[in-house]
């Protein structure tokens, strides 16, 4: 299932226009708080999506029931463009566990590349609510080595969430027919149609990674 929620017209396309501004990406500091706005905002909207059940809490003056979250929700940032979302995501999930996965593209000499994972770390994931953040959701390769050493280290959750503030045409199909069906949902701000030669996403943003900690050498 695909939600796009940048169809909708709410403050979120203010973030995201900015994260797409030339201008604007020359503040590094904005850039990532934008990527935490994001982050914040779609995880208000996935947890519409959640469990609940009632609870009893106790007031100064009394009891009152609420409805509150009954799913366990591990949050899995991938690559160091993740983190400003992730914080985003943490913010309003913080009794959550936490995934990271480093991971990096092996090039080629004709230009073709394969994902390596350089490190990850996990919590037990048999059972819970799996949401992967990603703001580039491009080839959609690496989602899939993220989600595939995941669960090789932590079991298979019950359900995925996939979150990307961008995400490209060909992402969204790769990933539409290699996650388990019935058990994933993607949620990104907007798809844009096309690809360069080298994955990145037009018109997209750029690389994230670069723009919110400084480009790598």
């Known amino acids: ?7 909708e017209n709410t403050i979120l396309n203010r973030f995201v226009a900015e994260l797409r501004d030339l201008a604007i990406q020359q503040n590094p500091m904005l850039f990532r708080r934008n990527l935490e706005r ?26 009152a029931e609420m409805n509150l979250p009954a799913d366990e929700v591990v949050l899995a940032a991938i690559l160091r463009s993740g983190l400003p979302m992730h914080q985003g995501f943490l913010n309003y999930y913080d009794t959550a566990k936490s ?10 000499k004709d230009g073709s590349f394969r994902i390596d994972i350089e490190s990850l770390t996990a919590p037990e994931l048999a059972g819970k609510t799996l949401i992967l ?7 959609g ?3 899939e080595v993220a989600y595939e050493n995941l669960i090789r280290a932590g079991g298979e959750p019950d359900f995925t969430h996939i979150a990307a503030v961008i995400a490209s045409e060909d992402g969204v199909d ?5 996650f388990p069906a019935g058990k994933f949902r993607i949620w990104t701000a907007a798809v844009d149609a096309e690809l360069t030669v080298k994955s990145y996403i037009v018109p997209g943003i750029g690389d994230t990674g670069d723009l919110a ?3 790598k050498v």
């Open 1 to 7: 299932m695909l939600t796009i929620l940048g169809k």
């Open 38 to 63: 994001v982050g914040e905002i779609m995880a208000y909207e996935i947890s519409r999506t959640l469990n609940y059940r009632r609870q009893i809490v106790e007031t100064p003056l009394g009891e």
């Open 99 to 108: 995934a990271f996965v480093a991971a990096y593209r092996h090039y080629s």
């Open 133 to 139: 953040i990603d703001p580039m959701l491009a080839t």
């Open 141 to 143: 390769q690496s989602i």
């Open 174 to 178: 790769y990933v539409q027919k290699r």
């Open 213 to 215: 900690f400084g480009e």
